[in-house]
């Protein structure tokens, strides 16, 4: 499997997880300028832009640990548009982890899902 497929897969467990847990999905894959969110998703009240990053094994570290400081600043700027567009609407930033059990040889069939919500506060 393609490392594009691979992330494609994650978003797709990431969305299914979301659904599950009450949020409801807006869009996804959303290009402002050179930009994209991931999934964008509504819960409650709360707007939420959700950046998914999948990984077949840890060698080069677990999928959150993949966040690093310029994509926070890009999902700060991405906040602000969104809030920007819908004004009074909280809006926040979610990252969803989707690791492979590496028992699994990196299939995406046995997956662990970490949630960590609000990163940029």
Known sequence: MRAQDVGRAGEVLAREYLASIGYE??????????????????????????????RRSTAFGRPE???????????????????????????????IAVMADAASGGSLADVAISHLRDVLT
């Open 65 to 95: 640990e993949q966040i690093t400081a310029g994509k926070l600043r890009t999902l700060g700027v991405l906040a602000t548009r969104v809030s920007a567009a819908y004004p009074g609407a909280p809006v926040r930033v979610d990252v």
């Open 25 to 54: 999905i807006l869009g996804w894959n959303l290009r402002l300028g050179r930009s994209e969110i991931d999934i964008l998703a509504r819960d409650g009240n709360a707007l939420v832009l959700v950046e998914v990053k999948t």
